[in-house]
């Protein structure tokens, strides 16, 4: 099972690049759909605010034991999201610490979040997705008026 986080890292690392962008706004009138986070690793900072924050925000609204969790061991500085047809996957890694935990619950509001970890992240984890928040942090913002 220590493996699966490298795993699921993989498929997405291409995606990466897009989800770590600030809101730029207009995407509150698209709305923040799970399709949107599908399959992506996403930066999570509340301002300027990242989908990978909108997508916490809504899970936990949606699932009270992630808001639990999450007032437990506080935002992670990432987040993946995936999906089967009658399941809900989210990895929320924590760079400082070096882990991650994975949460898994059924696509039904304020059904039960199981959650798995912590699991060490590997160096190489750590590395991309440093490099990630690095590159995120040279991003220009540009407001909407």
Known sequence: MKSFLPLLLAPVLPLLAGSCTPFRGGGWEAGWTERAAQ?????????PETLGHRRLV?????????KVFLSQKGLPDFIAETSSDD???????????????????????????????????????????????????????????
Request: one cysteine or more; glycine letters at 4%.
């Open 39 to 47: 399959d992506r690793i996403m930066l999570v900072r509340n301002s």
């Open 58 to 66: 809504f899970q936990s609204a949606t699932h009270p034991d992630l």
């Open 87 to 145: 399941r809900q996957y989210l990895v929320l890694y924590y760079l400082d610490k070096r882990k991650g935990y994975i949460c898994r619950t059924h696509r039904v509001e304020n059904s039960e979040v199981v959650f798995a970890g912590p699991y060490n992240m590997t160096k190489r984890e750590t590395g991309v997705l440093r490099e990630l928040q690095h590159n995120s942090s040279q991003v220009p913002v540009t407001l909407k008026h």
